[in-house]
């Protein structure tokens, strides 16, 4: 028994000599924060499970400035020039453990989104995207979204016919549908389904299932045993298991094109590293995309947002719009992206040696293996980037000339920066293009009450009612 307590002595000594080192001589002791990230992760672990994680981040930043820590060993900025360092332009900073959940623990094999050096995504992104999401490429993938765009207004149809007493639809749950079903068939093809995914018996809470899974495998990155087990061999053969070989798909798909690359070619993957690609494609798209679609026509259908719709729908009907960058559509749909992050979270980098000086207007050099992030929800309601109406919805703002145009460009944030840009970008905007405008050409939409729903790894919409009313048809 005296030994116990000897040892429990010790222990306590130690975690209270830990504890005073880290509040009082770490090298981030120096940065504000709360109190309680000096010591542990938990405080943002709890944040993040509340599903508002970004909205006290903002807060912390308003209450202590553009730096601040984050956790023991994590700092977060909000400057732009921080993040293009970040994410952007330092090849010396680098995903750390903290992606552990989406490497394999035996292997270490991961995907472009897990890959942790600059040398290794090089290698990575040259393989997923040149065979399959050039520019070329994705034009092809236009039919299948065309077809889903069909279904969707069939779907709003249906829903706003079954609606007692008004015309009053939630749209959110009906947009996941239809954004999951679109990418799922630009990635597998029709190999999966005939018909609409989410449509057929047996996928019912397929939705619900990768909600939760992306909200506690980012959560289990926050806790050190929990982002092991989550990178243990059962726990990735769960999600990345490859199916058995059923031949290759007829129709142009993203998977069809991974398998045309030809054996001997430097770009072709084994059949681990597609399934891989097209898992985190299907697991990172439908969500992002569905919550970028549902606060863009939560805004449309505001008084402010009604005139817009105009503005599109004159757009549309004289010359397609959807690529052009000074259109009227891509205002609405960046000006919504930066007021509403689909990603409202900070993406950690590790600080690997060459990096300490990275990070500009620090007051010191970081240590190797600090963590540092940027959150992109916090940059697009900077005031220091965007201005005194930085809060304030004004497509207006990305219609102004070339010149002042490419310097709103290089401060949107959305889809990363430098080479590590979202893969999936040119999809999204197809998608959410080609949805407005086919959504707009039959109804007119007014939002009824607040737009609802909570931030994990992307923006999770719950409630998002509107009134559809058909075009030429009185208002109710």
Known sequence: MPNLIVAIELLIGAVVARCIYLVYF??????????????????????????????????????????????????SVSSLSGFETIYGFNKAIEKGDFYDFGREARTGGGSIFSARSEADHRVRRLKAVGPALTMTKIAAYEPVVSKHVSVFRSKLAAAQASVKGGYVVNIAPIIHCFTFDTIVEIIYGESLSSQPYTSITGADNVLEAFKGMSKYAWASSLVLWLGWLMSTRPMVA??????????????????????QVPKDDSKRMLADEMWRECFNLTFAGPGSTAAALTAILYQLGTEHGKSWQSRIRAESSSHPAASNPASVLTAVIKETMRLNAPFPTAFPRSITPGAEDAIPDLPAPLAVGTLISANTYILGHSKDIWGEDAEDWKPERWLLPERERKELEDRFVVFSKGSRVCIGKEISLMILSEAIVGLLGAWKIEATGSLKGKAFLEMQYSDCGVSLTRINEPAL
């Open 26 to 75: 770490h090298p981030l002791s120096r940065y504000p924060g709360p109190p309680l990230a000096c010591i542990t992760n938990l405080w943002k672990f709890s944040a993040y499970l509340s599903g508002e994680h970004h909205l006290i981040e903002q807060k912390l930043y308003q209450k202590y400035g553009n730096v601040i820590r984050v956790g023991p060993t994590s700092l």
């Open 238 to 259: 769960l999600t990345r298991r490859p199916t058995k070989d059923q031949g290759e798909p007829s129709q142009s798909s993203i998977a069809k094109n991974y398998l």
